[in-house]
């Protein structure tokens, strides 16, 4: 068992919502510990190589390099980090969590754990991208046949990277495409293939077309661990304005939640303002 030491909070997730929730406990005097599952911090930050333009201020980095530079802060300010560490559940009052190191107590729960590319029916492969990012910017494109399932904008985004890349690439939407039109009309050259379809990974085959790739552009969901019975909408965490749960205790920030707009600012705020309510409460 590992509950002995004393902890106010235990932060779940050490992407950007749960980093900067962990960085401000502690400059406000806090001892949160943060569990990552992943071996590295930063969230979906660390699967984009593309330079981040919505971080106000930020200019000239990467996805990658914004997540090691609030690692970097974490490290600094020596927040309590555990990689590789997953939290398998959680009890239903929040206040008990279970690794594979044993159990860790502590009187506030922070949810941070974000979201994840959907799969649908597909599984990660040489050949076979889910979501957007390093996956796809790791397959062989050049002079490939590459079909993009999806029709939102990073399915639009990700079919201009394959094409700028040498790719021939299509897109297969079900339903006409919901990307932005900035983003459809960037590539009016790639072809669209709209209504139902039947992709099947075994035989890389879309309607019975052959490709050589997919890249899988299903949306997102939220990513929860097992144990909590949490009040929820559309899949994610229903939270108040302060973050707080419908469980006593037990906060949630980021693209976990239902908040609005979810990018790299947005999740970082949501993580600051999580810690400064449990802050507020503690000090009471
Ligand atoms: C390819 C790509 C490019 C992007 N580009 C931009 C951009 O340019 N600008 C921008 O602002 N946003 C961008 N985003 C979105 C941005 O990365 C997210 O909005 C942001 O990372 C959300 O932060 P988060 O902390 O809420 O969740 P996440 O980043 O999803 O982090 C959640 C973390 O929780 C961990 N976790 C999950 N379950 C558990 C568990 N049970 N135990 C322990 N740990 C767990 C995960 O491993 C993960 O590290 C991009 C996203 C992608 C995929």
């Known amino acids: 068992m590992s509950g002995n030491k004393n902890r106010d909070v235990i932060i779940i997730g050490g992407g950007p919502a749960g980093l900067s929730c962990a960085i401000w406990l502690k400059k406000l005097g806090l001892a949160p510990v943060l569990l990552e599952a992943s071996d590295r911090l930063g969230g979906l930050q660390t699967r984009s190589p593309y330079e981040n333009l919505w971080i106000p201020g930020v200019q000239g980095r990467t996805g990658q390099e914004v997540a090691a530079s609030l690692a970097a802060h974490a490290d600094a300010l020596s927040v309590e980090v555990r990689i ?12 008990a969590m279970q690794t594979d190191a044993g159990f860790l107590f502590a009187p506030y729960l922070v949810l941070a754990t974000g979201s994840t590319p959907r799969a649908g029916r597909f599984r990660p492969a040489a050949n ?61 050259d790639v072809r669209v293939v709209i209504g139902d379809y039947t992709a099947d ?17 299903y949306g997102f969901e939220a990513v929860v661990p097992e144990g909590l019975d949490l009040r929820r909408l559309d899949g994610y965490i229903d939270v108040d304005r302060f973050g707080a749960t419908s469980v006593p205790g037990v906060y949630a920030c980021g693209e976990v939640t239902n908040y609005w707009h979810p990018c790299v600012t947005t999740a970082a705020a949501h993580g600051v303002q999580v810690a400064k309510q449990i802050s507020l409460i503690l000090a009471r």
């Open 84 to 95: 590789n560490t997953p939290a398998l559940w959680v009890s239903e009052d929040g206040l």
């Open 128 to 188: 076979v991208a889910i979501g957007p990012g390093a996956a796809m910017e790791a397959l062989e494109v050049r002079g490939r046949k590459v079909a993009i399932l999806g029709g939102g904008d990073n399915a639009f985004d990700q079919a201009r990277f394959v094409r700028d890349r040498g790719g021939q690439v299509t897109i297969v939407s079900r339903k006409a495409p919901r990307a932005q039109k900035l983003l459809q009309n960037m590539i009016t």
């Open 201 to 217: 990974q075994v035989g890389m085959t879309v309607n019975g077309e052959s490709f050589d790739a997919f890249g899988v552009m």
